[in-house]
Nanobody, 124 residues
Framework: QVQLVESGGGLVQAGDSLRLSCAASGRTSGSYAMGWFRQAPGKEREFVAGISWIAGSTYYADSVKGRFTISRDNAKNTLYLQMNSLKSEDTAVYYC?????????????????WGQGTQVTVSS
């Protein structure tokens, strides 16, 4: 089992930055990749960014490319999402997720473990 705890969400203004963190505990050594997803009110959860845990290859949704950066600290078992130039449409609950096996890092159904989510609200 892997436990994931997100932090760093909050209320910011458009154009501001935030950094989300996701602390992983438990049997993390078997994780193939981790990712960030988000769910806005009335919408389905969507992929934001993902990273392969060993190689560090990164993937981004087109809507955040160039503004968000995903990274990980293997020694601390922590995943990060640096969010710059935030827009009102970035408002959502952000979830951290981990997947054990190879497969599409962008696909929600590939992930085995999920955090409880952290709210990000961007006011315009």
């Amino acid at each position: 089992q892997v436990q994931l705890v997100e932090s760093g969400g909050g209320l910011v203004q458009a154009g501001d930055s935030l950094r989300l963190s996701c602390a992983a505990s438990g049997r993390t050594s078997g994780s193939y990749a981790m990712g960030w997803f988000r769910q806005a009110p009335g919408k389905e959860r969507e992929f934001v960014a993902g990273i392969s845990w060993i190689a560090g290859s990164t993937y981004y949704a087109d809507s955040v490319k160039g503004r968000f950066t995903i990274s990980r600290d293997n020694a601390k078992n922590t995943l990060y999402l640096q969010m710059n130039s935030l827009k009102s449409e970035d408002t959502a609950v952000y979830y951290c997720a981990a997947k054990k096996k190879r497969g599409l890092i962008t696909r929600e159904g590939e992930y085995d473990y999920w955090g409880q989510g952290t709210q990000v609200t961007v006011s315009s």
